[in-house]
């Protein structure tokens, strides 16, 4: 028999799936910031954020909302191999797969990207854009000024990232750059509140209080993948107990203690 | 799935060192509220087992005066902590000297004037003090001549009433306030020209030594060597006197005539101390 506890544990699965998503009022602004800027004849747009900061299913929850309507592409992993990168492009811009022992010619793509420039709008949102060789990069841009591709860029804010973005020929073909923060207790609350409320744990998502989205928050610091993390192990605990030793837990109380446990498994507490 | 036992531990671990530094600082709280609450208490308790010595002494003594023989007997020297004692010439009344055990008290004569079986003791006294000083006419005394004054022997025989010394005792701090500091050394030296107390003498003696007059010390000691030879006290100030004022060859001559007569260990360890040059 599953404890009551399982499904909540699953909540707090980190995906990025479109399902997962939850509209906060910090990530309704984002996307719509977002959205305007497909709309508008830029290049590049960088979406850049620290890890967990909701980049990923940011993308995704665009490309889900525009793929019937636009010419949209989401290349959720990056590839690191040159080859495939443009076999994946290629296939994009002309919608035909090349054969496998075939190399795609760049200038020729390129040159086939201006053709179609005023006749299609592609967009092309890249994922962990930092894993893309400086090389990769400089050929994106290439393909970017034919301004029949629009690439929508997401990496992640490190000082390495920063480096790159600050390279004056990269930079000047940038023209939108959406920053992604960590949430705010509020957030947190809405975002923790909002997940249980969409699989209907009324219960639990009432037994977690201000004052435990508050403990929460401070070992998290407000980094919703942490949360996701952090929420997992708490009901992971809480299902343990429910099925092996139910006296250690009340089923009409959130527990600090199993909050404390879990960030001591997290690493969050250092004994 | 964790090792939940093994992550409860690890939980228990942290709360303890999580509550420690409260303790700590609570138990700190405590002792300092219980520090400003019974800081009376405290102080009171330190001062019972550490008394401060604040050099303020005084001799509470026992005076009779009968005509012809003075008795005086210091009965303790106690220490007075942040006391003084005032000495007034009528009667004896002790205050506020709870400090002074049990076994000191004895000794301290009771000051109500009227008290018959105090009279009766101070006749015994008084008695016996005339008996030595019969004894000590015909013992030998010291050969050396003093100028300045003689003692009136007419006065010690003249009749006069018993008096008592009165010692009022009281704070140090109100002492300074009215700028009641006293010369005990005066008062007993009016005290001596009226009874010509061989006790008087020997405690000026002793006092003005104490004060580094030795010049004075040495008559007063003289004095009351002339009232009582066989105050051993007056013959060793007399020496002590003297070679303090660099008279060594008279000191150590007085010291060994006397304890040609008499055996005294103080007096030989000072005569001692004065061969080898250690006083």
């Known amino acids: ?271 | 799935m964790y090792d939940i036992d093994l992550l409860e531990k690890e939980w228990r671990r942290y709360k303890i060192k999580q509550t420690l530094p409260w303790i700590g600082f609570i138990f700190i709280l405590f002792l300092l509220l219980l520090y400003i609450l019974n800081r009376n208490l405290i102080f009171s308790q330190i001062e019972k087992f550490f008394p401060k010595d604040k050099n303020i002494s005084a001799k509470i003594v026992k005076v009779d005066a009968t005509p012809s023989v003075i008795v005086k007997e210091i009965i303790q020297e106690i220490k007075v902590p942040e006391k003084c004692i005032e000495v007034n010439k009528t009667e004896i009344i002790v205050k506020e000297i709870t400090e002074v055990e049990e076994k000191v008290i004895p000794k301290i004569v009771p000051a109500v004037v009227n008290d018959t079986l105090y009279n009766e003791e101070i006749d015994k006294e008084i008695a016996e003090e005339e008996s030595i000083k019969e004894e000590n006419n015909s013992k030998p005394k010291m050969n050396i001549e003093f100028s300045e004054e003689e003692v009136d022997k007419k006065e010690i025989d003249k009749p006069h009433r018993r008096k008592y010394l009165n010692i009022i005792v009281t704070d140090k701090d109100s002492l300074d306030d009215n700028n009641k500091i006293f010369d005990t050394l005066s008062i007993v030296e009016d005290r001596y020209n009226k009874n010509n107390n061989y006790r008087d003498a020997l405690y000026l003696a002793d006092g003005y030594y104490e004060k580094g007059d030795y010049a004075i010390s040495q008559k007063w000691a003289l004095l009351s060597n002339s009232l009582n030879s066989n105050s051993e006290d007056s013959w060793l100030l007399f020496a002590k006197s003297k070679a303090k004022l660099g008279d060594y060859k008279v000191a150590e001559d007085i010291l060994e005539a006397y304890l040609k007569e008499n055996s005294s260990k103080k007096a030989e360890e000072l005569l001692k101390k004065m061969q080898l040059g250690k006083f």
């Open chain 1, 1 to 271: 028999m599953d404890s009551r506890y399982y499904p909540a544990k699953n909540v707090f699965i980190d995906s990025i799936e479109i399902d997962d998503y939850i509209a906060l009022e910090s990530s309704i602004v984002s996307y719509k910031q977002l959205q305007h800027s497909i709309e508008k004849p830029l290049k590049m747009i960088l979406v850049f954020g620290r890890p967990g900061t909701g980049k990923s299913i940011l993308l995704n929850y665009l490309y889900e909302n525009f793929k019937y309507q636009k010419d949209i592409h989401y290349f959720a992993t990056p590839t690191t191999n040159e080859k495939e990168f443009f076999h994946k492009i290629f296939k994009v811009i002309t919608k035909k797969d090349l054969p496998s022992n075939t190399q795609v010619n760049f200038s020729t793509l390129v040159d086939y990207c201006r053709d179609i420039q005023g006749k299609r709008e592609i967009i092309v949102l890249l994922d962990e854009a930092q894993m893309y060789s400086s090389e990769m990069m400089e050929r994106i841009r290439l393909l970017a000024d034919s301004r029949s591709i629009k690439f929508v860029i997401a990496l992640h804010k490190t000082d390495k990232e920063e480096d790159i973005i600050a390279k004056e020929h990269f930079q000047s073909r940038i023209w939108e750059v959406i920053e992604l923060k960590n949430g705010t207790i509020d957030d947190i609350q809405n975002y923790v509140h909002k997940k249980l409320l969409k699989k209907n744990l009324f219960e639990i998502a009432n037994n977690i209080k201000s004052y435990h989205i508050g403990l929460i928050y401070k070992f998290t610091k407000g980094n919703y993948r942490e949360t996701n993390k952090m929420l997992f192990t708490i009901f992971e605990i809480y299902e343990y107990y429910d099925l092996n030793d139910k006296n250690k837990i009340d089923i009409n109380k959130f527990s600090k203690k199993i909050i404390e446990m879990s960030a001591i498994k997290l690493g969050f507490i250092n004994v």
